[in-house]
């Protein structure tokens, strides 16, 4: 928004009221008409948007961790790297995983045999069902100890849950792992979403599926949508998170820094066509059409809503303004109004 040094608001406000009440110039009445469009100075009622500040990141984003400790064996992949679902990312050796696994699978197959074994004497009436079900018992329980030392061992290769790029490495080959500790960190190369923190007293006028203004740091802006708003807020930052869906094409890259506009409170603005306004200097105006005539008026501008400037100071709801005032238009001058 622009906003005038407090030194010039008598003077705009003085030079305003002269030119809204001064007499007309007889040089300016003696002129042929000008032609003109004009445009009313539309009232509505607006939302007061607040600033806030996000960061754009992919919507599927991991901090792979280890599961098993043990040293980091070998690490093939590299910062920026991009993988594919289910590739290898990192291998960790544990000798004691490897160990548990052929125990158990030793004991696996022992019980198999065993019961295999009772299987046919019972067949031929030299055991007892009773013995068979203990038996088939215990190779069942072999099994499962055998599928849970597998599944330990899996956890010594950490594979991509998706396909993505390589953001962090937190740790090198022949590292030590631990149960717990980030490994990796991997980012999705989809859809980008924008991540921020609403203040809990603007939390209230937001809700899933409403669209926000979001400006870049280059300047482009664009709308994002409310995918997610948490139903809590933050104790320390009095916040509530937001996760924004962004469209495909959107100005942005991963890691920036954007602003978000939250609506809040509405209040009555009043608007006119931005081309209705020019600036002499430091100093903004307008012509108004008062009685057949040119009025020229000073004003101060705000924002600006769908093209339109918002008018501060210096104008009235409903009246007609010069749009595109022509070159040489002057106060006082009479005026044509184009149809």
Same mark, same amino acid.
């Given at each position: 928004?622009? &906003?005038p040094s407090l030194v010039l608001l008598p003077a705009l406000a003085l030079a305003a009221g002269c030119s809204r009440h001064g007499p007309e110039p007889a040089a300016a009445a003696a002129l042929p008409p000008a032609r003109v469009s004009l445009a009313a100075v539309a009232a509505i009622d607006a939302p007061v948007l607040t600033e806030v500040t996000g960061t754009v990141r992919p919507a599927q984003r991991a901090q792979l961790a280890a599961q098993v400790m043990g040293t980091i @064996?070998? !690490?093939p992949v590299a910062l920026g790297q991009r993988v594919a679902a289910g590739d290898r990312l990192l291998? $960790? %050796? /544990? /000798?004691e995983i490897d160990a548990r696994v052929a125990q158990a699978r030793a004991q696996a197959n022992v019980a198999q045999r065993d019961l295999a074994r009772e299987r046919d004497l019972l067949a031929k009436g030299a055991s007892t069902a009773d013995l068979v079900r203990s038996l088939e018992d215990r190779a069942a329980g072999a099994n499962a100890m055998l599928r849970e030392a597998e599944t330990m061992l899996g956890y010594t290769e950490l594979r991509a849950p998706f396909a993505g790029t390589v #953001? =962090?490495? &937190?740790v090198n080959a022949g590292d030590l792992a631990a149960p717990g500790h980030p490994l990796l960190e991997l980012e999705g190369t989809g859809d980008l979403q924008i991540e921020t923190g609403i203040p809990d007293s603007l939390a209230g006028s937001v809700k899933v599926g409403d669209d926000l203004l979001v400006q870049a740091e280059a300047g /482009? %802006? &664009?709308? @994002? =949508? #409310? @995918? +997610? !708003?948490s139903s809590a807020a933050d104790s320390f930052a009095r916040t509530v998170t937001a996760k924004l869906a962004i469209a495909a094409d959107a100005p942005v =890259? %991963?890691?920036q820094f954007v602003r978000v506009h939250v609506p809040s409170d509405r209040v009555r603005v009043l608007l006119v066509p931005a081309e209705a306004v020019s600036a002499a200097g430091q100093l903004e105006r307008v012509f108004v059409a008062a009685n057949g005539r040119a009025e020229l008026r000073l004003v101060k501008t705000g924002g600006t809503h769908?093209?339109?400037? +918002? $008018? !501060?100071a210096g104008l009235a709801a409903g009246e007609s303004v010069v749009v595109r005032a022509p070159a040489g238009l002057r106060e006082g001058q009479p005026l044509e109004v184009s149809r």
């Open positions: 928004m622009k &906003f @064996a070998d !690490l291998k $960790i %050796s /544990a /000798a #953001v =962090r490495k &937190f /482009a %802006s &664009f709308p @994002a =949508r #409310v @995918a +997610e !708003l =890259r %991963s890691g769908d093209g339109r400037t +918002e $008018i !501060l």
